[in-house]
């Protein structure tokens, strides 16, 4: 296989697990289809790399100033990181980050 084609990370199970889990919070509203989108993203990273994964009802008005006043909105580690949709991209640097310290 070609090393660009080649992943940049492991699943879990080939690689140590990090100290502590990545932690994402999904902020959603019901009938949003892109926060389905963004919600299957993740679960996908829950299973490969233990991620935990929070969803956060966005329909309070007090959420408002913290998210902004679309969803979905994607926080890792408590810091927003993503709005409207996962990159996998960067997702992906974030896990290999986390998982590299471990």
């Given at each position: ?64 100033p ?18 409207g ?11 290999a ?6």
């Amino acid at each position: 296989m070609s090393l660009l084609l080649a992943p940049a990370f492991k699943p879990l199970a080939q690689t140590a697990s990090p100290v502590e889990p990545i932690r994402v919070t999904l902020y959603t509203r019901a009938l949003c289809c892109c926060c389905h989108t963004a919600r299957e993203v993740l679960d996908e990273y829950r299973e490969a790399f233990g991620i935990e994964v929070e969803e956060v009802d966005a329909s309070d008005p007090a959420l408002e100033p913290l998210i902004g006043p679309t969803v979905p909105v994607i926080a890792v580690d408590g810091k927003v990181r993503f709005r409207g949709e996962v990159n996998r991209v960067l997702m992906d640097r974030l896990v290999a980050a986390r998982t590299d310290r471990g």
